[in-house]
């Protein structure tokens, strides 16, 4: 069973900038391409970004590819999802998930999830 823990959320600035990471189990991290998704209040859950095992290929949402990059890195079993420009509408739970099938943009593709770390914007 792979392990995921979220972090780096909270309250952010409009226009400012936000970092999360997600630690993973040490023992399968690199192995498994990883994605991040959201779900704000009322709304279903919307695909981020993904990427591969080998951080080499990445894909990004066209609502946020402008302002969203993510990264890995194996060596420390962390994936990372940096926002520049956080807006109001970005408020939401965080969350990010492996799937050994490969890099998707559906839920269903991914089998571990980390509980989500909150974040919110203020003006």
């Known amino acids: 069973q792979v392990q995921l823990v979220e972090s780096g959320g909270g309250l952010v600035q409009a226009g400012g900038s936000l970092r999360l990471s997600c630690a993973a189990s040490?023992?399968?991290?690199?192995?498994?391409?990883m994605g991040w998704f959201r779900q704000a209040p009322g709304k279903e859950r919307e695909f981020l970004a993904a990427i591969t095992w080998t951080g080499v290929n990445r894909y990004y949402a066209d609502s946020v590819k402008s302002r969203c990059t993510i990264s890995r890195d194996n060596a420390k079993n962390t994936m990372y999802l940096q926002m520049n420009s956080p807006k109001h509408e970005d408020k939401a739970v965080y969350y990010c998930a492996t799937a050994q099938s490969g890099t998707s943009r559906y839920e269903d593709a991914y089998d571990y999830w980390g509980q989500g770390t909150q974040v919110s914007v203020s003006s």
């Open positions: 040490e023992r399968t991290f690199s192995s498994f391409a």
